[in-house]
Nanobody
Framework: QVQLVESGGGFVQAGGSLRLSCKAP???????????WAWYRQPPGKQRELVAT???????NYLDSVRGRFTISKDSSRKMVFLQMYSLIAEDTAVYYC???????????WGQGTEVTVAS
């Protein structure tokens, strides 16, 4: 059973920053490196949306509204994925979820979510 454990959410003033972490403690490193990693978010009363993805070592993509402010990265040695968020705005308020997916889509795993609240 793949377990994804998120941390780093919290309350921050607009303009502030947070770093979200996602750890996969039971995943072996070779498997970790083979997954597509992503961060999603679900704002209050809205649908879940894709925020950032990382394929392979450094191929990334971002939601237009966060590009230039958010950075997804990973540390394979620690089996961790990060989402560094700068210049936060109220519209970034959401529950953020870590996601791991095989490239063929045959398996997909989610973290439990970590809440981010940005006060304007």
């Amino acid at each position: 059973q793949v377990q994804l454990v998120e941390s780093g959410g919290g309350f921050v003033q607009a303009g502030g920053s947070l770093r979200l972490s996602c750890k996969a403690p039971r995943m072996i490193t070779s498997v970790f490196n083979g997954y597509t990693w992503a961060w999603y978010r679900q704002p209050p009363g809205k649908q879940r949306e894709l925020v950032a993805t990382m394929v392979g070592r450094d191929t990334t993509n971002y939601l237009d509204s966060v590009r230039g402010r958010f950075t997804i990265s990973k540390d394979s040695s620690r089996k961790m994925v990060f989402l560094q968020m700068y210049s936060l705005i109220a519209e970034d308020t959401a529950v953020y979820y870590c996601n791991a997916r095989t490239n063929d889509g045959s398996a997909e795993y989610w973290g439990q979510g970590t809440e981010v609240t940005v006060a304007s």
